[in-house]
């Protein structure tokens, strides 16, 4: 088993910053990727930033230029830094690890809410 936990979400200002983190313990073994997710009230789930297992990363769209997903090994932690938040970017953030046979774990999400 895996277990994520993410920290960091909160209230800001249009045009702010945050930083979010997801921290893994467990099995942490094969991992092919970790990434964040976001899931809005009344909307599915989307694919926010991945971190693959050799360093390379994806970004969505709409959040090219303003968010960076990184990592640190050393603490098994992902994060996920968010500049120029817009209003738009208000959602529950969910971590995630992909194991490299297919399972999927998840965190319990972290608020983030954008709005003056």
């Known amino acids: 088993q895996v277990q994520l936990v993410e920290s960091g979400g909160g209230s800001v200002q249009p045009g702010g910053s945050l930083r979010l983190s997801c921290a893994t313990s467990?099995?942490?073994?094969?991992?092919?990727?970790q990434g964040w997710y976001r899931q809005a009230p009344g909307k599915q789930r989307e694919s926010v930033a991945v971190?693959?297992?050799?360093?390379?990363?994806n970004y969505a769209d709409f959040v090219k230029g303003r968010f960076t997903i990184s990592r640190d090994n050393a603490k098994n932690t992902v994060y996920l830094q968010m500049n120029s938040l817009k209003p738009e970017d208000t959602a529950v953030y969910y971590c995630?690890?992909?194991?490299?046979?297919?399972?999927?774990?998840w965190g319990q999400g972290t608020q983030v809410t954008v709005s003056s």
């Open positions: 995630n690890v992909v194991r490299s046979g297919g399972r999927v774990y």
């Open positions: 467990g099995s942490i073994f094969s991992i092919y990727s």
């Open positions: 971190i693959i297992s050799g360093g390379s990363t």
